[in-house]
């Protein structure tokens, strides 16, 4: 069932869809396995991603979450079975996309190099750096930290700042591996907030979290994954109001540890 | 934008660029200078001062900077033979004049001489002080089985040794090892091997009167003929070398045989001692 | 003394300016036949290292400056070139895979050992007349000083520098994979990111770089206001007897080694508190 019936389900979803002009989608995974030293951490996981709204992977701690987002990323590649983003191969849909990780990876930098350093990688005109700097350091509220240095900011802000770094250049997939673990609520509420106006401005985001109200909150899809399968792949609303799959339905029941 | 974080690149910076200022330095300290030559020459020359009290005065009238080299008489003929040098000034005749039958110098030039001298502890149980001959006392000191300590480096205070020691009749090679010690190094590391031993050895006289280690050594033997010690001069062929400058080294040899240069030879002195004894003009003037 | 010559060499113009500047008056015996430093000779009596030092920094005898300063151009110079070698070979070593990988790294740590009188004899070869590069003249030059102990901290700084970049590789590797970043801006990015931690893998090199006598004394041939350095100077001092003076020297080259190293834990540490 973990290969058939997501797998409909997501196409009966997409076609009530109706913005699906994005480059990189639908993004599409057939029968993806991964595994490590003979263990299997991704099971045959197959999905079809045509909504450019905010789809959330949910699941229990060492679900496979991090992994499946790599795996669509391009940072891991598949031990079997292929993933495509549009007619685009991963490695080539790599360069329209960022991604951050739940320990936010700074720079031994400023908070402005941090972002200069990405301008600097893609090759943009010095002139239009500092513009593009001072744009994304307004819209992740950091503004007038631009000449603190990246590990002396508070976790809420290092997250906001990895998430202002990633989307600096506007990327067309935003990739967010458990955007808020370890933060205090308001915190969590900063970068929450972050991800609601990117996600708003067309910008594809696929994102990680063992948090269910945060699920609630962000998701307008979401795919829940335990021991590696994927169970369940549908609208957030029919999803939390009646999971299909009896883990998941656990899950939010709180059976589960998160 | 730009705050307290740009202490750290800037100190960093700094550094970088106070190291590639040092390489700068040196590379341009290193563009040669036409009027400097080089000469290889003997410890012995070196470390008695002999060089820092005449090169100072040769510089002052002519403007050329010497470098000296100073190593074995055997090593200084091998650099000289590579080129790397302008001039040789060394202490063994036989080497000399084959470096210049063998096309590889120019003319051999006498500059001056000294003295070897048999050093040994002061207690001496040997019992060499006194003899007249030097191939006499080796024999003594191989006879009774005491430490002598061998230069071992192919200098040319090795290579006199050697010689002596061909002329006592005597050789000592298979002892190495046992009482006959081969050093492999230097006169002044030598003299302090063999003060650490309680040995004998031969030394020039220059090296032994400015040696500042003597222990409880003293000369024991001196005079002898056969341990007379001369020294000479020889440009480097720019037939073999182009480079070699020929001008300034000649420049520098026609100035020790000069009356002045020999009188500056004649007039060196360590603890009062004349050293050297030039061999051009005699009594100096 | 033998120092009142005029010379024009750049690195002694450097020691003059400098002394002129510290308000330094040259010798009293302009041409007193002492040799060098003879003032601290006659403490063979009284054999204190310490003692001698002291006052050797303390009267600041010109020649000995000069020395000096010699020793930290050469080896500062030699660091200077073998690091912008070997930080970047370093870090290429610890982020490509190629064949033969392993045995570089193995090759890198064998020749951390390499001992300074085989460098300084295969750079003699090299640079002496009759060798290849004999017509650059650079023998009995400080520039071959540089050469060979550029030779011999290579290793040591890319062999160091590897670890820590592949440290620090751990880290930034999925960031700057995800980012896209060529080869060349990875290794930019984690050599700029590292400098601190780098600074020790320098430092490394610059202590075997100044406490070297077997590389110098062959390719520089100790020549006396050239290529006479602190080490060179030890080693004839001691083959003179003068024992004292050769053990004050070695006070001294510790106390620099010492303070240069210790200046560079601070700086590192203090930037690594702060900036991790």
């Known amino acids: 069932m973990a290969d058939g019936a997501p797998h409909t389900e997501a196409r009966e979803y997409e076609q009530r869809d109706s913005i699906a002009k994005h480059p990189l989608l639908p993004l599409v995974a057939r029968g993806v396995d991964f595994g490590i030293n003979g263990q299997r951490i991704i099971d045959d996981v197959s999905f079809w991603i045509g909504s450019s709204g905010r789809t959330v992977i949910l699941g229990p701690n060492g679900a496979g979450k991090s992994v499946m987002l790599r795996l669509c990323h391009g940072l891991l590649k598949p031990t079997r079975g292929e993933i495509r983003w549009g007619d685009m191969s991963v490695a080539d849909a790599r360069e329209q996309q960022a991604m951050t990780s739940q320990k936010p990876v700074l720079l031994r930098r400023t908070v402005n190099d941090n972002l200069l350093h990405v301008l600097r990688v893609k090759g943009v005109p010095l002139g239009e750096r500092q513009a593009l700097v001072d744009a994304a350091l307004e819209q992740a509220g950091l503004t007038d930290l631009g000449g603190r240095h990246a590990r002396d900011l508070s976790g809420g802000q290092q997250q906001r700042l990895a998430i202002a770094r990633a989307f600096v250049l506007k990327p067309k997939v935003l990739l967010l591996d458990e955007p808020t673990a370890n933060l205090d609520p308001a915190a969590v509420r900063g970068v929450e907030e972050l991800i609601g106006a990117i996600g708003a401005a067309g910008t594809k985001i696929l994102m990680t979290t063992h948090d269910i109200a945060q699920a609630k909150r962000l998701a307008a899809d979401v795919m829940f994954l335990n021991q590696g399968r994927l169970l369940e792949h549908a609208p957030a609303m029919e999803f939390f109001s009646s999971p299909k799959d009896p883990v998941a339905a656990r899950f939010l029941a709180g059976e589960l540890p998160a | 934008m730009r705050s307290k974080t740009n202490s750290s690149p800037t100190t960093f910076t700094r550094l970088v660029a106070a190291l590639v200022l040092g390489v700068l330095a040196i590379a341009s300290a290193a563009l040669g200078e036409p009027r400097s030559i080089i000469v290889a020459s003997t410890t012995s020359t070196q470390n008695s001062g002999l060089f820092a009290w005449l090169l100072p005065q040769f510089t002052a009238e002519t403007g050329i900077d010497v470098q000296v080299v100073a190593v074995g008489t055997g090593q200084a003929i091998r650099i000289a033979t590579n080129g790397d040098a302008d001039l040789l000034l060394v202490h063994h005749e036989a080497s000399e004049r084959k470096f210049v039958s063998d096309g590889l110098g120019l003319a051999r030039h006498p500059i001056m001489h000294n003295d070897f001298v048999l050093v040994g502890p002061v207690a001496d149980a040997a019992g060499v002080r006194g003899m007249s001959e030097i191939t006499v006392a080796l024999r003594r000191i191989a006879e009774s089985e005491q430490i002598f300590v061998s230069r071992g480096d192919d200098s040319g205070t090795h290579k006199k040794e050697l010689e002596i020691w061909g002329a006592s009749g005597f050789d000592p090679r298979p002892a190495s090892g046992s009482w006959y010690r081969e050093a492999g190094s230097g006169m002044g590391a030598t003299l302090n091997t063999t003060s650490a031993m309680g040995g004998y050895t031969l030394s020039d006289r220059a090296s032994w009167v400015s040696f500042g280690n003597k222990g409880d050594m003293e000369i024991l033997l001196e005079g002898d003929p056969p341990l007379n010690n001369p020294y000479a001069a020889i440009v480097v062929n720019p037939e073999r070398h182009p480079h070699v400058r020929v001008r300034e080294a000649q420049a520098f040899v026609d100035w020790l045989t000069s009356a002045r240069g020999q009188a500056a030879i004649a007039a060196f002195r360590v603890d009062g001692q004349q050293l050297f004894f030039p061999d051009v003009v005699p009594d100096g003037r | ?276």
């Not at chain 3, 002394?19 to 003032?39: A, K, N, Q, S, V």
């Not at chain 3, 070997?86 to 890198?108: C, E, K, S, Y």
């Not at chain 3, 290793?155 to 670890?163: E, H």
């Not at chain 3, 004394?217 to 206001?225: D, K």
């Open chain 3, 1 to 276: 003394m033998v120092r009142c010559w005029r010379s024009k060499r750049a690195s002694e113009r450097m020691t003059l300016c400098v002394l002129m500047r510290t308000g330094f008056r040259t010798h009293e015996t302009i041409w007193g036949r002492r040799r060098p430093y003879d003032r601290f000779s006659n403490m063979n009596e009284s054999p204190s290292a310490i003692g001698t030092a002291l006052s050797m920094i303390a009267t600041l005898d010109a020649d000995l400056f000069e020395i000096v300063l010699l020793s930290l151009q050469v080896s500062l110079g030699a660091v200077a070139i073998a690091s912008i070698i070997a930080l970047p070979l370093g870090a290429l070593i610890a982020l490509q895979r190629f064949p033969g990988r392993r045995a570089v790294v193995i090759l890198l740590n064998a020749m951390m050992g390499l001992p300074p009188v085989v460098v300084g004899l295969m750079v003699y070869v090299l640079l002496s007349r009759a060798g290849p590069l004999g017509s650059m003249g650079l023998l009995f030059t400080p520039t071959a000083m540089v050469i060979a102990q550029s030779i011999i901290v290579l290793p040591i700084i890319a062999a160091l520098s590897r670890q820590t970049i592949a440290d620090l590789h751990e880290e930034y590797g999925e960031y700057l994979r995800s980012l896209g970043c060529t080869p060349m801006q990875s290794i930019a990015t984690l050599l700029w990111d590292g400098r601190f931690r780098l600074l020790t893998a320098i430092m490394a090199g610059f202590g075997r770089a100044i406490a070297e006598v077997g590389a110098v004394i062959i390719v520089g041939g100790n020549i006396q206001h050239s290529t006479r350095v602190m080490t060179t100077t030890i080693a004839l001092e001691t083959s003179k007897g003068n024992l004292a003076l050769a053990l004050g020297l070695g006070v001294m080259l510790l106390t620099l080694a010492l303070g240069i190293n210790a200046a560079a834990l601070v700086i590192s540490d203090t930037a690594r508190r702060r900036y991790g």
